[in-house]
């Protein structure tokens, strides 16, 4: 597997994505546009940019802490997917859980994108699973 992120800028306005620390997980990806998010709402935002993720990985798109905690914006979809073979332009869908909206300028670093192995597997329809000691438990069944 090759560690090469091939991104192609779309718009002259567009910005690379780029990690703010050396060693840092994810890239932090820019806003193209100026939008308002009213409290309460969602919008689409454009980074400006396409890319031809390496082979056998996926970008996953995740809020960024400092958005979430100073103003209740995050990513809406946590983590979005980006499949490998997807050339389009990548785009964040981001929502305003704040009482006031919310101001998405130009450049304004939006989410982060990390790049993540996939493990492919093979299907095979079955009659009956293993037993294991949680079983069917779900959602609180740990007691924690």
Known sequence: MTNILNIKL?????K?????NEGDAGLDLFSVEDVIIPSGQSALISTGIQMELP???EAQVRPRSGLAL????????????IDEGY?????VILINHGKEEFRVEKHMRIAQMVIAPV????LAQVSDLTQSER????FGSSGK
């Open 10 to 14: 779309i718009r002259n306005d567009a």
């Open 16 to 20: 690379m994505p780029y990690r703010a």
């Open 55 to 57: 082979k056998g990985t």
């Open 70 to 81: 100073k103003h209740s914006v995050t990513v809406l979809n946590s983590p979005g997917t």
């Open 87 to 91: 050339r389009g332009e990548v785009k």
């Open 119 to 122: 493990f492919q597997v093979e």
């Open 135 to 138: 079983n069917s438990g779900g």
